[in-house]
T-cell receptor, first 113, second 114 residues
Framework: DAGVIQSPRHEVTEMGQEVTLRCKLI?????LFWYRQTMMRGLELLIY????????DSGMPEDRFSAKMPNASFSTLKIQPSEPRDSAVYFC???????????FGEGSRLTVL | QQQVKQSPQSLIVQKGGISIINCAYE??????FPWYQQFPGKGPALLIA?????SEKKEGRFTISFNKSAKQFSLHIMDSQPGDSATYFC?????????????FGTGTLLAVQP
């Protein structure tokens, strides 16, 4: 058990709609990461937080994407407005302090029609 | 410089054979090189990792070979089994991976035929 719960597991929406993906951390952590996976580009880092503070958001595609971490056990990734090219599997992962291993959730598969 | 280049994109191996996946990097500040394994519908999970002070690390049938001068590292799966069929990602990070971001390769889809 990775201690990372993502919701929803699947989301189908229409272009222009707002999408909110959620990540809940059951176990302890120091850092939280959002990755996007596509066949063409593999696993891309979107943003990561250390101690709830965003450290590097250079991977966020554009202003339509935003992420928040209001407390140590919860984070959201919002896409507004969504576009078909945002279709991907979005992963949340945690890392404990002083360790290199990332523990991934099972992902949220987003399809934008 | 932040990229990690991975090859091949896909690989088919017969049961009992050796699977080899290669990765290359440019940033000499990278000092932590893990491999992750991902099964369909699941998130990636750490398989094995190496730091540049050693040239090889072995865990069971899985071995990482590391060539610091060439800035390359590879994953070898000995006696490949159908259960090894998955997507494999190499990755790299700085500061031992403890505080910095983890950069992933594009992945290799491995199919082990019975």
């Amino acid at each position: 058990d990775a201690g990372v719960i993502q919701s929803p597991r699947h989301e189908v929406t229409e272009m222009g709609q707002e999408v909110t993906l959620r990540c809940k951390l059951i176990s302890g952590h120091n850092s939280l990461f959002w990755y996007r996976q596509t066949m063409m580009r593999g696993l891309e880092l979107l943003i990561y937080f250390n101690n709830n503070v965003p450290i590097d958001d250079s991977g966020m595609p554009e202003d339509r994407f935003s992420a928040k971490m209001p407390n140590a056990s919860f984070s959201t990734l919002k896409i507004q407005p969504s576009e078909p090219r945002d279709s991907a599997v979005y992963f949340c992962a945690r890392r404990t302090s002083g360790a290199g291993e990332l523990f991934f959730g099972e992902g949220s598969r987003l399809t934008v029609l | 410089q932040q990229q990690v280049k991975q090859s091949p994109q896909s690989l088919i191996v017969q049961k009992g054979g050796i699977s080899i996946i290669n990765c290359a990097y440019e940033n000499t500040a990278f000092d932590y090189f893990p491999w992750y394994q991902q099964f369909p519908g699941k998130g990636p999970a750490l398989l094995i990792a190496i730091r540049p002070d050693v040239s090889e690390k072995k865990e069971g049938r899985f071995t990482i070979s590391f060539n610091k001068s060439a800035k390359q590292f590879s994953l070898h799966i000995m006696d490949s089994q159908p259960g090894d069929s998955a997507t494999y990602f190499c990755a790299a990070s700085m500061n031992g991976g403890a505080t910095n971001k983890l950069i992933f390769g594009t992945g290799t889809l491995l199919a082990v035929q019975p």
